[in-house]
């Protein structure tokens, strides 16, 4: 049977683009000199992400990868605007980390949520401004504006979905240790379970309940190995389950398997393997579980990994998930465990729904503006803000390129080009067009930057470098 469980995709996002501006001038009988009257074009719909509970995995994402907001109507005369695109809301299981592909290598470049409560949203592909129209260009010089503002193209991109599982303790060891039989006997859970490795090679959930009435959600992670920290034998896609789990439950099989494992080498192993691929793992509270304990000449085995797993500060538990012995006790700790940690974590105060924060940080990263040198007198410039206004600029209008001039002076990319070394006389390239600056009289000479400044400067919000 095909596999379905994803929590790994690749998608293609794209706003809408934004509606132009119109240019329109109120015309009516016994009117003659009537003002401005061109609407604004509609804003373009973004494309958000929203976190279900109701989901569980990618697979909406897995054979479908672009996806396409509604671009935005151009506005009229006589003072109507366009209407703006409807927003493409996406849903992904809570737990979805999204991150930003770089477009060259396909590798992740940068976060841009994390998204761990039901209901949190953030916008991957905001949909292009609308132009403006000419009735915002009033001004008491400037009484009758005969230009407006193209509406903004959408940016499209690639970014990358990754799920990890929410669970609140999570069953890892070796292939074959019997974490599934465990999962199985606990809970309702029914995963595949046969006698060779890599039997699941999926995550599965299951809800265990003590005797005492306490739940919690534990997830059958597949076997790990040596290595595993470095990606070998699918290391990463399964150790990205275990990050969220509050608690580990670390199964050895003490009888060690086909191969004659030693029980405490393998404890040893998998520990060493949770540390080097994130090292918050290795002070995770864990409980040891010594497996197949039904089995003849298993005691000195059990003695030994007892031995360890207390040496290092860890409760310890000899069970059989064929007989079921010692499983009732097991439940029943790790049910007071989750207990006593969710119990820390209200303490530690709500959660908090960052879609505020996700949106704050995407509108930084629009503002900032990076300039370096490519050439001895010719500046690159790049940053969503600066490339919109270039953008909406209709070229063929000498109000227009005249206004844009004044927002590139009010944005401070006239300070950010002087701090970089810029001259005057300088060429300044903003996607495919280029200026020539017009600076300050005291910039700096360009060799006496080039020490200092070797890859221009990059300004934040705040005009801050």
Request: net charge negative.
């Amino acid at each position: 049977m095909e596999n379905t469980f994803t929590d790994l995709s690749h998608i293609n996002v794209r706003g809408g683009d934004g509606g132009a501006g119109c240019m329109s001038f109120r015309r009516e009988a016994f009117v003659p000199k009537g003002g401005p009257d061109g609407g604004d074009g509609g804003r373009g719909g973004s494309v958000i992400v929203e976190a279900d509970p109701q989901l569980s995995s990618l697979i909406d994402y897995r054979y479908k990868h672009h996806f396409r907001a509604e671009r935005g109507t151009h506005g009229q005369g006589a003072r109507r605007h366009g209407k703006d695109g409807a927003d493409l809301v996406l849903r992904v299981p809570v737990g979805t980390v999204i991150r930003e592909l770089d477009p060259e290598t396909q590798t992740p470049a940068y976060d841009i949520a994390d998204l761990t409560q039901p209901g949190e949203r953030v916008v991957v592909a905001p949909g292009g401004a609308g132009g403006r129209g000419n009735i915002h260009f009033v001004t008491s010089v400037r009484r009758a504006p005969a230009f407006a503002e193209k509406g903004e193209p959408a940016r499209e991109h690639w970014i990358e979905l990754e799920m990890k599982l929410m669970a609140d303790a999570a069953l890892v060891g070796m292939p074959s240790v019997g974490k599934s039989s465990i999962i199985a006997r606990i809970s309702a859970a029914r995963p595949k379970i046969a006698d060779y490795p890599f039997t699941t090679l999926v995550p599965n959930l299951g809800v265990a309940r003590a005797a005492s009435g306490q739940s919690f959600v534990a997830a059958d992670v597949p076997g790990l190995i040596e290595g595993a920290s470095e990606g070998r034998g699918l290391g990463h896609q399964f150790l990205r389950h275990i990050e969220r789990t509050a608690l580990i439950l670390h199964v050895v099989d003490v009888t060690g398997g086909y191969e004659g494992r030693d029980a405490v080498e393998d404890y040893r192993t998998i520990n060493a393997e949770l540390a080097a691929y994130a090292s918050e793992l290795a002070e995770r509270p864990q409980i040891v579980v010594a497996n197949k304990c039904d089995l003849p000449d298993t005691a000195y085995a059990v003695e030994r990994l007892r031995a360890a797993a207390e040496a290092d500060g860890h409760e310890f538990f000899a069970v059989s998930a064929a007989t079921g012995l010692g499983l009732d006790a097991l439940v029943s700790t790790c049910a007071a465990e989750v207990a006593r940690l969710r119990a820390e974590a209200v303490e530690a105060g709500p959660a908090l729904d960052l879609t505020e924060r996700w949106e704050r940080e995407r509108e930084r990263r629009d503002r900032k503006i990076s300039v370096r040198r490519e050439e001895r007198h010719a500046w690159r410039v790049t940053g969503a803000q600066v490339e919109r206004m270039v953008i909406q600029t209709d070229w063929d209008n000498d109000e227009a390129v005249a206004y844009l001039q004044h927002r590139f002076d009010r944005c401070g990319l006239d300070d950010a080009l002087a701090k970089a070394g810029a001259v005057n006389g300088d060429e300044v390239r903003i996607l495919e067009l280029a200026f020539t600056f017009e600076g300050t009289d005291d910039a700096p000479d360009f060799d006496e930057v080039d020490e200092v400044e070797k890859d221009g400067v990059i300004l934040d919000e705040g005009g801050e470098s």
